[in-house]
């Protein structure tokens, strides 16, 4: 999973694909099916499954096909769906597939295989010079306002880049002690519906957690982790590095 940092700085949602795209082969499409099946899941022990669609079979209009992402529900499902799907999007990345999440689409099928439909993602062949490149702007936080602490390995101007529904950003983390803990916080909803805000900012939280491993990971720091998913304070996560 470590060759996926890269592309942290590479990748972009396609809320607008570039016209004309060159269609999806078979052998793409197959070629996501199967990096999905190796990717790391952030919880253990919860059946997820992948779906790939025609657009025309969701209620999604951009991109040529939608990747539906179903899921048993358990503790930590949302967060787990998102450290996954962010994979596979980082890796569509570096292979000039574009994606975004599409967060209010929705399949024909709400349940496959016992599993339930959780959130897509509509993807499309880009040019490589369509992705992003280190030198351009974002529109994210500032280091300083995601970060308590001394950040002493630098990794909070990497995870600020970290894609979120909405762009509300609904993460803080707190190092202390050679622990860094990850919470949920308010900060805005954007056209989220007031009672859909927990939802889709957990799926967020899974993917700024992948963000921040992969940073650590980078950086060679080695790391315990535990997961919270009842605390009060909606604590998340916690890392004790070593």
């Not at 919880?43 to 969701?58: E, Y």
């Not at 859909?196 to 990971?217: K, T």
Request: glycine share 6%; aromatic share 12%; proline share 5%.
């Amino acid at each position: 999973m470590t060759q996926l940092y890269e592309q942290l700085f590479r990748r972009k949602s396609f809320h607008r694909f570039t016209k004309p795209f060159k269609p999806l082969s078979t052998e793409q499409l197959d070629t996501v099916k199967q990096y999905f099946s190796l990717c790391e899941p952030l919880v253990q022990d919860i059946r997820t499954l992948l779906r790939i669609v025609p657009v025309g079979q969701t209620t999604c209009r951009q991109g040529e096909y939608a990747l539906l992402l179903y899921s048993e529900r358990k503790d930590g499902y949302l967060q787990n769906i998102g450290y996954l799907g962010e994979q596979l999007e980082l890796h569509l990345a570096k292979v000039n597939i574009g994606a975004c999440w599409y967060g209010m689409g929705r399949p024909k099928e709400r349940e496959y295989e016992g599993l339930h439909f959780v959130c897509m993602l509509c993807i499309a062949n880009q040019d490589e010079g369509c992705f992003r490149t280190k030198e351009a702007k974002l529109n994210r936080l500032d280091a300083k306002d995601i970060w308590e602490g001394e950040d002493a390995y630098h990794l909070a101007p990497v995870v600020r880049m970290a894609p979120s529904a909405c762009n509300t950003q609904p993460w803080l983390v707190i190092e202390q002690d050679n622990t860094l803990s990850v919470h949920r916080v308010f900060r805005k909803r954007g056209i989220i519906p007031p009672f859909l805000v927990p939802y889709y900012q957990s799926i967020d939280i899974g993917i700024f957690l992948l963000f921040l491993e992969l940073a650590m990971s980078h950086k060679q720091i080695s790391f315990t982790r535990t997961l919270y998913w009842q605390a009060d304070d909606l604590k998340q996560e916690q890392y004790s590095l070593r």
